[in-house]
């Protein structure tokens, strides 16, 4: 296996025990119950609040895919609701929360899955990649199902970083990005959950830029360049994410590949 390879495969058992933080029913409740009613005053209070107090302006070039008018609506005004403090904690619950019950009588998995994954990630180089950097300064949880998910959320935002650096070197903006998103996904762009809010001429213009450029048809599907370029983002956003594991062995590679695969399997069949 590649190291590219590798941070592709170890995104995809990573990924389901990070998903959790933001739509699990655990989730929810902890974040309405820290005063973030609404889903997104969650998403963005729970996931920003590394940063600190943090105005929208930051928050959004951070992101990255989300329309700077999308964050502003949440932000700064969600830091009247709850503190960062606040958010963190409820991030956290909510999130343990719905893994402990997800992941009930497979603690003799957890604990080294976490141990490891941990392990892995100390010390992790988050040099230019803001999230990354906010969530690593962070407390590790002694817990293990806090510390399982800790390490999986600094994983996902160190590659979600790189992906953002990814998109940026290939010149797709944030709104590009999800039309190419859905593209991949056999989807036309209107019917994507994350571009059918977008007024119909904001959605037309960022397509006509796309076919300007040769990466969408006539008909708002991928062309052969298209296609191109999303496969080579995705190439690029494995490639930064592979320095994440240059301390481990092969050996330790697989113990740690072996350990999160029947964790992970459990998590996507209860969010499924």
Known sequence: MTPSQMARRMWTLAEPVHDVTYFSAEARAAFEAAGLRGFWRGYFAGRSAPLGTVAAAPVAASFYVFAPAMVGRALPAVWDLASPEQALRAREAGAVAALSRMLAGLEDRVRPAADNLAAALAGLDCSGRVLAGANSALPVPGEPVARLWHAATLLREHRGDGHNAALLTHGIGGTEAHVLMALSLGMRAEEFGRLHHLPKARLAAVLEVLRGRGLVDAAGGFTDAGRATRERIEALTDELAAPAYDALSAGEL?????????????????NE
């Open 254 to 270: 697989d113990e740690l590949i072996a350990g999160l695969e029947p964790i992970a399997a459990v998590v996507e069949a209860a």
